[in-house]
């Protein structure tokens, strides 16, 4: 951590040995590292994959090795924050960012409004029949995931994504 704490603090490239999930080995991918996110109880590195020109986020229980790459990057970090910002989780593959309306049955209304879903969350209306939310997000899996952690007490009312 500490060799990316100072390319960070440089603005310097880097190689990462990292360790997939769906990778059987590990690979090496170069990036420009950008800031540290926690999501879920885990750490991840947030930076810009330098082939690509594209966000990634990468957990940093899986990077194996951190080597100098030796150049200097330009610093998007604050274009980095605002794709991140629209999203649930660590996953920028989402469908395109849109009001989604979700229904709650009002036994959850305690649990929203202490943990929200989204920075983005506003009150549509609450009754004693529904609580109504709205969030402006990305759609990615991690916001399916959160739903259907609510199960049978929450459902997708509006929005061009489908949660199923």
């Known amino acids: 951590m500490n060799r990316l704490q100072s390319a960070m603090t440089k603005s310097?490239?880097?190689i990462l040995t990292h360790q997939g999930y769906r990778k059987e080995e590990p690979y090496q991918v170069g990036v420009n590292p950008l800031y540290f996110k926690q999501y879920q109880n885990r750490w991840y590195l947030i930076a810009e994959v330098i082939d690509k020109k594209e966000f990634r986020s990468f957990g940093m229980d899986r990077i194996k090795?951190?080597?100098?790459?030796g150049t200097k990057f330009k610093n998007r970090i604050k274009e980095a924050k605002k794709r991140f910002n629209e999203i649930i989780g660590?996953?920028?593959n989402g469908n395109g960012l849109q009001d989604i309306v979700i229904a709650f049955?009002?036994?959850q209304k305690p649990y929203l409004e202490?943990?929200?879903?989204?920075?983005?969350?506003?009150?549509?209306s609450d009754t004693k029949e529904k609580y109504t939310i709205?969030?402006?997000?990305?759609?990615?899996?991690?916001?399916?995931?959160?739903?259907?952690k609510y199960g049978h007490?929450?459902?997708?009312?509006?929005?061009?994504?489908i949660c199923w």
């Open 105 to 107: 049955d009002p036994s």
């Open 153 to 161: 007490l929450a459902e997708v009312i509006e929005g061009d994504w």
């Open 134 to 148: 709205k969030i402006r997000v990305n759609p990615n899996y991690e916001l399916q995931q959160q739903i259907q």
């Open 114 to 124: 202490s943990l929200k879903l989204h920075h983005s969350q506003v009150v549509v």
């Open 90 to 92: 660590v996953d920028l």
């Open 65 to 69: 090795e951190v080597e100098y790459e």
């Open 12 to 14: 310097e490239s880097v």
